[in-house]
């Protein structure tokens, strides 16, 4: 196999959909919209320090680049374009690959080719350099306009009280949520601490709202985070979580959660009858589906504290979410299944689920549904409702078609644990029935309704 040496020929640039290829010049390139309408001129030709392209495209990484700047072979913007015989144009390392593959031919036309050499192509190189250039100056002139913004905004956030205070605290979100630099600047420049001191027991819902807005989009260290854990802050976070609007009640679930990751968090901080309604409310809510996630993300965070479950069962979350169970995604399912199964570990919260009617054929219908996790969930949960009143349940259950479902799951793939609990959930459940009786209600058909 030869080696392919570069040509002295230069300036060919081989269009894709056109195999004959076009000599084409960067005028001619604007004019006919190569460039997407951008106008001309050479960034970082002239003075000033030239510019990496292959670092340009890694940081800018745009989804949408001229179909001409990309290697037919790589489908990636090309950094070294090469053209051969045939007119195509490919990036230099990825035909080269392909020449010492053995392959003789254009991998584009499959023509084969009379002439072995590769010729660089500056002038779309020049093009290339060119849009990238451009693209990469004015997303840097962007983030530096937007880190000037922020700063900007902290310092009136310094001098301003009132409407302006809120003014500057709503703008300030706005750029956070959208920009990685500014979120560092705020950072970098002092501004968690100053935003985390406007939270107190006399801020207004005006303020605290726009102020927990930011904070949420910020990373926060453990200092940070021990400063919003003070009694006042966190019960205006409740106060606000309860009365804000949509988006701020879930900006504060996800800040409370943020709070709950450090490790000197105290569990009686959760511990509140206003926040668990709060949340309870967050997740029932059927115009505004998208709280029902973080809420249940929270609630599910909160029950990891078993101090806090009891308060949970008492407010009648139990029912509230049993009843919530048919209506929700996979996801939101596996949270609310972990969390009646933690307060299943209680025995006011094996009461609870014994009472709810929908308890027993809710947990029934999700066997082998959903996943393993939540077969696993709902099983538990069984177990611990049938072996609170065998006699009650264990006949309710069956007559939902648990015996059926329960050897499903024997049958199954699903691990042995999962397997030996429904094996001791099925002998529970035979108890009160004859051999006869109970095998009729084993029928398969019942599972699949």
């Known amino acids: 196999m030869p080696m392919f040496q570069p040509s002295k020929r230069d300036g060919f640039v081989g269009y894709e959909g056109g195999g004959d290829g076009h000599v084409l010049d960067l005028d001619t390139a604007i004019k006919d919209g190569v460039l997407g309408g951008v106008g001309g001129g050479v ?55 392909w020449f010492n593959l053995g392959h003789l031919t254009c991998p584009t036309t499959m023509q084969e080719l009379w002439d072995d050499s590769v010729t660089p192509n500056r002038t779309l190189y020049h093009l290339i350099y060119t849009w990238f250039s451009q693209k990469y100056l004015l997303m840097k002139k962007r983030s530096e306009d937007v880190q000037g913004r922020a700063s900007e905004l902290l310092e009136t956030l310094k001098k301003v009280k009132g409407q302006a205070r809120v003014q ?3 703008e300030l979100q706005q750029v956070v949520a959208v920009h990685a630099t500014a979120r560092k600047t705020v950072i970098d420049e002092g501004g968690v601490a100053a935003i985390s001191s406007l939270l107190g027991p006399f801020t207004s819902h005006a303020v605290g709202a726009e102020a927990i807005g930011i904070l949420v989009h910020l990373t926060l260290d453990s200092e940070s985070r021990t400063n919003l854990m003070q009694p006042a802050k966190i019960s205006l976070l409740v106060d606000i979580l309860n009365e804000g609007s949509i988006e701020t009640k879930i900006s504060c679930t996800k800040l409370i959660e943020t709070l709950m990751e450090e490790k000197d968090f105290r569990s009686e901080i959760v511990s509140s009858h206003s926040l668990l309604v709060g949340l309870m409310r967050l997740v029932k809510d059927k115009r505004h589906t998208n709280g029902v996630l ?11 504290h078993k101090e806090v479950r009891g308060l949970i069962v008492r407010i009648g979350a139990v029912s509230q979410l049993v009843d919530l169970l048919p209506s929700l995604d996979p996801e939101c399912l596996e949270l609310a299944l972990f969390i009646l199964d933690a307060l299943s570990t209680l025995e006011e919260g094996r009461l609870a689920l014994k009472d709810c009617s929908n308890t027993i054929p809710n947990m029934v219908r999700l066997l082998m549904r959903i996943s393993e996790s939540c077969t696993q969930y709902a099983l538990s949960i069984l177990w611990s409702v049938c072996k609170l009143a065998p006699e009650e349940c264990s006949s309710v259950a069956v007559d939902a078609g648990l015996a059926a479902k329960l050897l499903l799951v024997i049958q ?32 398969l058909t019942r599972t699949i309704q």
């Open 294 to 304: 973080p809420g249940l993300g929270l609630l599910r965070t909160i029950c990891l």
């Open 412 to 443: 199954s793939g699903c691990s042995p644990v999962l397997k030996q609990r429904s094996a001791e959930l099925l002998k529970l459940c035979s108890l009160n029935y004859t051999d006869t009786l109970f095998i009729s209600k084993c029928k």
């Open 43 to 97: 960034v970082g030709a002239g003075g000033g320090e030239k510019l990496d392209l292959k670092k340009m495209i890694e940081e800018l990484d745009l989804s949408e680049v001229p179909s001409v700047f990309i290697c037919p072979i790589s489908l990636e913007p090309m950094q070294d374009p090469v053209t051969l015989c045939t007119g195509q144009t490919y990036e230099r390392s990825n035909i080269l690959k």
């Open 168 to 170: 500057a605290l709503k």
